[in-house]
């Protein structure tokens, strides 16, 4: 590449230091369009040593010196809080600036996660990515990035930006909705000790239960359907024990889940019925879910043996499909006609 | 509220069929513009949506002149409308069907914008998969574009019924069909290799076997080559290029694009005149359209298509468990005799009762409907439940049994799941649909026999034969 090495205008150093006075510039009333051009030359030269190309590998001694001066600066913060004023093009080379530093190690450490937890405001700026819909993406991309580091993914769950994400899920968007939707799976699924911790606090779990029940039931069918599974997964997670004893206590969360169980997509009765069937086996069933149950025996027995004819060739399927009936056939019975006729008696 | 993509584009024919949907030229009522819109019924994947949802994100995020602009997604009902750019050029398979082959000044135009397009994905650290001239779609001015990558490409694969699991095998590096260490994009640039000969010659090589006997001659056959006086020694060059067999000595599309076969493109192409003596040929020979015979209407795939309704209705009344509560208890005719999959019309939806009960949570949010909305989604369940103390008093008259329902069919059911052979259950369900038929003939013959044999039993009872 020839900048690097024929016409070699700026040291790494150099060029986030010019970067940095150039971003800093964007949100001001100046000639915004100018200062976006030379961003986003910057940027490339930068995603440059990162990556290299054609002829150049990248050099890591390059790399160390770019991360150095990224750290001492302001940088980060700079590209986070301005990243709906740079272009289109230079918005992904953010997204590769922060995923290379990330992937760095010295040592055991990873200096790019220590410096992101001790300025928690880039991490938060980036997080409510979704409050701007051009940037939405950008920052899904990176705050997934982040999240493969467990520290930073405790950081975001115990953040109050966090609850945000189930309205996020609701955007109108479909590519925004469906990328939160993606950051929230990952939160709550990549890093299972954490997420367990984490559910540990009732408080919590209570919001985590009404939240998702939100979606379960309002959102379109892509939502339902992964929100859904996302709950499912996390039920039956062993170390969530205390999400699951406290969902299938209640009765209300069974009517979400039955009701998603007779939806007409097949695909939606079969993620639901992976929720119902913990409801069902639960050997200390609450009072309120045992009378749901009780009520609607006769329905849910003829429910189930018709249930999914297309998976019956999925044995561990089948195998919890005849449990479920058998524990069902088990509740006792409600007797239309002898109730009747001790009255008339 | 979210965008119903059934009021924004209006729909013209069907011009590609996938494995997931089928693919529409329609307009964009909002800009008037031509889209390609790709109908995928995500109901169809059991798999897990996740891919094809992340894929979409990244489409959105690809801009480049030198492939088919993403537009935009929609949801409705179970169905993703992709909206993507529409070449009216048709593809350059098209191209190849009327003028059989392509001259070398031709070919080097398109190939040279295919590699200008392979340059930016390749950038984006996204692999296309499918090369191959009925993925090089044209503009009507001439234009050159890939189309069909990513999921797009997925499921929108041009041959899916003379395919397998793979891609389309003529066009495949033979690392992507050994799989021994993964792949990367140099794949992309084997296929272009193939498509420079499918384009000059009028197809690709071993085009006349059978594509999957050509699975295991690709990686263990000497790479294909252009020879003849026909060709010049620069396409010759090029193809060999490209097609060199061990992936990472195949140069990458940046470096093809100063090959000389390339540099020396020559920059009047008439390209236009080409793609318009196609159109004009597939005007007359209209039984070559692609794919006429699809025509759908993508409205017909919804799942929920007239109103949201639920395959059964539970109750979720329980003051007065100790009554019995028949008025809510509810077989349909239809859910006695099929399975779940059938919805009775008169089936109501009952999402309102769910947040009634929840007292906190009072907003009583109709269930999302993704077609018309259903007026009946807010009808409290509840209020059919008969207070307790009522009951009691209550003879069976007044309760209202529905008899047919209640009884007849409800006992059939039993008998049915009794039934130990399926010859038993058919005998029995087809009594009940007789006792459903007679029923409608007679109201109140059920009404009659139950009480008939009511009053027979009783009486064997008090005659102390029961």
């Known amino acids: 590449m020839a900048f690097l090495f024929k016409r070699n205008p700026k040291t790494p150093a150099e060029l986030i230091r010019v970067l940095n006075d150039q971003v800093a510039k964007l949100d001001g009333s100046g000639d915004n369009r100018k200062i976006q051009d030379e961003c986003g030359r910057y940027l490339s030269q930068i995603r440059i040593i990162l990556y290299g190309d054609d002829d150049n590998d990248p050099q890591p001694d390059q790399i160390a010196q770019l991360s150095q001066e990224v750290y001492s600066t302001d940088c980060l913060y700079l590209l986070a809080a301005n990243l709906a004023n740079l272009a289109f093009d230079s918005r992904k080379d953010v997204v590769i600036l922060f995923s290379t530093l990330l992937r760095r190690q010295i040592g055991n450490r990873s200096p790019t996660v220590d410096y992101l937890l001790s300025r928690p405001q880039i991490l ?68 299972k000790k954490v997420v367990a911790e984490w559910l540990s606090n009732s408080n919590n779990v209570d919001i985590f239960i009404r939240s998702i029940n939100g979606l379960i039931r309002d959102g379109n069918y892509v939502t339902k359907r992964q929100s859904i599974k996302l709950l499912s997964q996390l ?62 025996r006769d329905k849910l027995l003829l429910f189930l043996k018709n249930f999914s004819f297309d998976r019956r060739d999925d044995t561990v399927f089948n195998e919890e499909r005849e449990f479920l009936i058998e524990q069902i056939d088990e509740l006792p019975r409600i007797n239309v006609l002898s109730n009747k006729s001790i009255q008339q008696k | 509220m979210s965008i119903d993509p059934a009021d924004v584009f209006n729909i013209k024919e069907c011009i590609g069929r996938g494995t997931f949907g089928e693919v529409y030229k329609a307009i964009d009522k909002r800009t008037n513009d031509v889209v390609a819109l790709k109908v995928v019924n995500l109901e169809e994947s059991n798999e897990d949506i996740k891919v094809l949802v992340q894929e979409i994100g990244f489409l959105s995020q690809l801009r480049s002149p030198y492939i088919t602009t993403y537009f935009g997604t929609y949801l409705r009902d179970v169905s993703m409308w992709i909206s993507m750019e529409y070449c009216g050029g048709g593809s350059c398979a098209d191209l190849l069907r009327c003028h059989k082959k392509l001259s070398e000044d031709v070919t080097c135009f398109i190939i040279r914008d295919c590699l200008k397009g392979l340059k930016y994905l390749h950038s984006e650290m996204k692999i296309h998969r499918d090369i191959k001239a009925a993925n090089i779609l044209l503009t009507p001015t001439g234009q050159v574009k890939l189309a069909d990558f990513g999921v797009s490409g997925q499921i929108t694969a041009t041959h899916v019924k003379k395919q397998t699991f793979v891609g389309t095998p003529f066009w495949m590096a033979p690392e992507m ?64 290029c490209c097609l060199i067999k061990v992936p990472s000595k195949r140069p990458s ?67 007065n468990l100790s009554t019995p509560d028949i008025i809510n208890y509810e077989f349909s005719d239809e859910m006695l005799f099929d399975s779940p999959q059938v919805y009775s019309s008169s089936s109501i939806v009952n999402t309102s ?81 007789t006792v459903v038929e007679f029923e409608h003939q007679q109201v109140g013959l059920s009404e009659a026999i139950i009480e008939e044999i009511w009053l027979r039993i009783n009486g064997l009872k008090n005659e102390g034969f029961l």
């Not at chain 1, 969360?253 to 007779?262: A, E, G, R, W």
């Not at chain 2, 059978?210 to 060059?237: H, M, N, S, W, Y």
């Not at chain 2, 793609?275 to 795939?301: E, G, M, T």
């Open chain 1, 124 to 191: 938060q700026v980036l997080f409510k990515g979704p409050e701007i819909p051009e940037i939405t993406l950008t920052t899904g991309q990176i705050i997934r990035d982040c999240i493969k580091h467990a520290s930073i993914n405790k950081f975001l769950l115990n953040d109050k930006i966090f609850w945000n994400y189930f309205r996020y899920c609701s955007s109108n968007s479909f590519e925004n909705s469906t990328d939160s939707f993606n950051t929230l799976n990952d939160l709550l699924t990549v890093h």
């Open chain 2, 177 to 240: 069909i050994t799989r021994k260490f993964g792949y990367n994009e140099k794949v992309d640039i084997w296929s272009l290799g193939i498509t420079v000969i499918e384009l000059i010659t009028g197809s690709p090589p071993h085009a006349s076997h059978d594509p999957l006997k050509v699975l295991f001659r690709i990686p263990r056959e000497p790479a294909p080559v252009l020879i003849g006086d026909d060709f010049t020694e620069a396409i010759k060059e090029f193809t060999q």
């Open chain 1, 235 to 296: 039920i039956l997670q062993k170390q969530n024990n205390s999400l699951m004893i406290k969902y299938v206590e209640s009765s209300e969360n069974l009517k979400i889940i039955m009701n998603l169980l007779s939806d007409k997509s097949r695909n939606l009765q079969f993620e639901a019925f992976h929720v119902f069937k913990v409801f069902v086996a639960n050997p200390k069933k609450s009072r309120p879910v045992l009378d749901i149950l009780i009520k609607n």
């Open chain 2, 253 to 319: 599309a940046e470096w093809l694009l100063n090959h000389r076969f390339i540099k020396h493109c020559r920059r009047n192409v008439n390209a236009v005149a080409l793609i318009q003596q196609k159109q004009d040929w597939f005007a007359k020979n209209s039984r070559h359209k692609p794919c006429s015979r699809y025509k759908k209407d993508p409205l017909v795939n919804d799942v929920y298509n007239d109103d949201y309704k639920t395959a059964f209705k539970w109750s979720f009344t329980t003051k």
């Open chain 2, 353 to 433: 009762s769910v947040g009634k009960n929840s007292g906190k949570d009072s907003k009583s949010v109709p269930s999302k409907n993704l077609s018309s909305p259903d007026t009946n989604a807010t009808t409290p369940n509840d209020n059919v439940d008969i207070p307790c103390s009522q009951k009691t008093v209550m003879t069976g008259k007044e309760m209202q049994i529905d008899y047919l329902r209640d009884i007849l069919l409800y006992c059939l059911k039993k008998v049915s799941n009794r039934a130990k052979t399926s010859g038993t259950k058919e005998t029995v369900l087809q009594l009940a649909k």
